[in-house]
C-alpha cells in the first residue's frame, strides 16, 4: 500500500537556523508528492509539491526535490524564522486523487 | 476570494446525539473530502465525493455519514455510533484530476460534553 514516514518531532531551532525534515514513502507507479503547513488552528496549506522524479519544489525560502532512487521528499530551508513555527506534514499522492499523510513534524522556532 | 468555508469552528456534542459539519467550496472543484485529525497523528481520511450524488467510504467512516447533493456542500454527520468524536474535522476539495493538490478549509473542532 502507500505510505508516508517523516521524522519524528517535535523539532525546535533559533532564528536563521537551517531546518531538515526527513520523508519517505512507498508507493506504487509513481505518485506525486506534497509538503502542507498547518498553522496553529487552522487547516492545511500547500507549501510546495513535485509531481516526477528530480523535479524540486519551492516556496517561501521551502524547498524540496523528489528522489525516486531513495523514495525520499525531505523539506530544508536554509534560515527559518519564528513565523515558521507550524506543523508541516508529507503527503503523497499515486495516480489518483486521494492524498495519504505522514504523522507530521511539530517546528519551533525561537527568536 | 475562493475558498472552503467550514462552520461552526467549535462544536459540542451530548451523548447519543447527531451533529453535522458543514463544508462549502467555491472553487468549482469536483471532488471533496472529509478527514479526522488526532493529536500528534496524520490525517485519517473518512470519506470523499468525487462527483455530485456520489461519494465513497474512506479509511474511518464507522460512525459516520456524508451527502453530496451539490457541487459546493459535502456536510458529515458524526453519529451517535460514533463512539470517540472528540477530534479536528478538515474538509477539502480538489479538481478530481490525477495528481491534483487538496484544498483545505479551517476546520472544526468537535468535543463531548
Known amino acids: 500500500g502507500n505510505s508516508v514516514t517523516q521524522m519524528e518531532g517535535p523539532v525546535t531551532l533559533s532564528e536563521e537556523a537551517f531546518l531538515t525534515i526527513n520523508c519517505t514513502y512507498t508507493?506504487?507507479?509513481?505518485?506525486?508528492l506534497f509538503w502542507y503547513v498547518q498553522y496553529p488552528g487552522e487547516g492545511l496549506q500547500l507549501l510546495l509539491k513535485?509531481?516526477?522524479?528530480?523535479d524540486k519544489g519551492s516556496n517561501k525560502g521551502f524547498e524540496a526535490t523528489y528522489r525516486k532512487e531513495t523514495t525520499s521528499f525531505h523539506l530544508e530551508k536554509g534560515s527559518v524564522q519564528v513565523s515558521d513555527s507550524a506543523v508541516y506534514f508529507c503527503?503523497?499522492?499515486?495516480?489518483?486523487?486521494?492524498?495519504?499523510f505522514g504523522a507530521g513534524t511539530t517546528v519551533t522556532v525561537r527568536a | 476570494d475562493g475558498g472552503i468555508t467550514q462552520s461552526p469552528k467549535y462544536l459540542f456534542r451530548k451523548e447519543g446525539q447527531n451533529v453535522t459539519l458543514s463544508c462549502e467550496q467555491n472553487?468549482?472543484?469536483?471532488?471533496m473530502y472529509w478527514y479526522r485529525q488526532d493529536p500528534g497523528q496524520g490525517l485519517r481520511l473518512i470519506y470523499y465525493?468525487?462527483?455530485?450524488?456520489?461519494?465513497q467510504k474512506g479509511d474511518i467512516a464507522e460512525g459516520y455519514s456524508v451527502s453530496r447533493e451539490k457541487k459546493e456542500s459535502f456536510p458529515l454527520t458524526v453519529t451517535s455510533a460514533q463512539k470517540n468524536p472528540t477530534a479536528f474535522y478538515l474538509c477539502?476539495?480538489?479538481?478530481?484530476?490525477?495528481?491534483?493538490?487538496?484544498?483545505f478549509g479551517d476546520g472544526t473542532r468537535l468535543s463531548i460534553l
Open positions: 477539502a476539495s480538489s479538481m478530481g484530476t490525477v495528481n491534483q493538490p487538496q484544498h
Open positions: 508507493a506504487t507507479g509513481y505518485p506525486s
Open positions: 513535485a509531481t516526477k522524479a528530480d
Open positions: 503527503a503523497l499522492t499515486p495516480n489518483d486523487y486521494k492524498l495519504s
Open positions: 472553487l468549482n472543484h469536483d471532488a
Open positions: 465525493s468525487q462527483i455530485v450524488n456520489d461519494f
